[in-house]
């Protein structure tokens, strides 16, 4: 098993630390993201469809996109319990790509890369737009986990691997993060395979 992934990517961070979690043997490379598509590996080329990481190679398949990933591998690993909690997981994976999964990273993005990246910056309004969008997302999550240690109840699941990614790097983004997610980010900074995402998606 190799998964490619960069350490300024919430979403190869979200496969990285599952399969931490896991405690899966896999080789890992770094994928020069900010490097033009044509001039990275030809393994990685041939794998990633979309060329973007994560991609995740395994038994001579290929995989992409960090969601379906973390289904494939919870599949594999037999991580759900039973359908109705895969459905409840499956459910809370589709609002993180269109939620916090949409509006954080360019938010971030913004901030932390627009003066090296021009291609980064938004405009006042968009960053405005996603502000709000952000602002009621997280109130989401917060009133989600008033009374729960993870998303689905006592027992972390691979949901909580994909909506808490990108919530790892806010201290890099001007945003607020309510009392119950920061708690619940920091019991999963106790979970076994932790690392800064820095240092766990380094080359």
Not at 18 to 39: G, K, M, N, P
Not at 88 to 103: D, F, T
Not at 127 to 156: P, Q, T
């Amino acid at each position: 098993m190799k998964l490619f992934g960069h350490p300024y990517s919430g979403h190869a961070l979200k496969v990285k630390f599952f399969l931490a979690w896991l405690e899966i043997e896999h080789q890992y490379e770094c994928v020069d993201i900010f490097s033009e598509r044509s001039t990275r590996s030809d393994e990685f080329l041939k794998a990633s469809k979309f060329s973007e990481v994560p991609t995740l190679i395994d038994d001579g398949q290929c995989y992409i996109q960090s969601n379906a990933i973390l289904v494939y591998l919870s599949d594999k690993f037999r991580q759900f319990k039973n359908s109705n909690e895969k459905q409840k997981c499956l459910e809370w994976l589709v609002w993180e790509a269109n939620k916090i999964g949409m509006c954080l990273p360019q938010l971030r993005a913004n901030e932390k890369l627009s003066k090296t990246y021009p291609e980064f910056r938004l405009s006042q309004g968009a960053h405005d737009w996603l502000s709000i969008r952000y602002k009621h997302d997280v109130g989401v999550l917060d009133k989600e986990l008033a009374d729960k240690s993870f998303i689905l109840g006592n027992s972390i699941s691979p949901a909580d691997f994909s909506l808490s990614a990108y919530l790892m790097y806010s201290d890099e983004v001007s945003i607020e993060v309510p009392q119950n997610v920061e708690r619940w980010l920091d019991r999963l900074r106790k979970q076994k395979g932790w690392q800064s995402p820095y240092e766990m998606l380094k080359g």
